[in-house]
């Protein structure tokens, strides 16, 4: 029995759990927090959308012992997750005032030209802007914490999908 081997097969489920657990975190600042998402709070969204999926097909197959895409799968959800950094870093720099963000991250989503789009401007509510950080600690936002995180667990899918192709007969 080797401890790494074992370690190095749950790795879906780990990769799976973390893009899970972040998702539901941001689903819970929103809809128990009363956080309102910016537009790129939405977009750091889908990268672990996709990476859960992706997990559920590695653990699947884990599962049926059919290991063989497993790897590959890590591969991809890593890549994934590198992208979803990315999208988290820019927001950073958005934060911080490094670059400017998007237009859809302006207060209000731009100037109503009729009075129907202010009225449904009114009834919806402005879109939160993506340059004030709605939440911290220790000074990080948390789209700072989704640049750490995904580009962690990202770098951990990688050495586990290295570690199973090494470990194949």
Known sequence: MNPMRDFVRFA???VLGVSTALLLGALAFQYLGGLKP???CLWQRYPHGIVIALGLVAVGLGLAA???AVPWLLILAGLVLLVGAGIAA????????????LEACAAGGGTPTSLEEAKKLAEKGAPA???DVAWSLFGISMAGYNVLISLATGLF???AARQM???RP
Do not use: N, S, Y
């Not at 820019?90 to 963000?101: D, I, L, S, T, Y």
């Open 90 to 101: 820019f927001h950073v720099g958005v934060e911080q005032g490094w670059w400017k963000g």
């Open 66 to 68: 059919k290991p063989t």
């Open 38 to 40: 910016c537009p790129l």
């Open 12 to 14: 879906p489920a780990a």
């Open 129 to 131: 802007r993506c340059d």
């Open 165 to 167: 192709m090494r470990a």
């Open 157 to 159: 899918a990688f050495w």
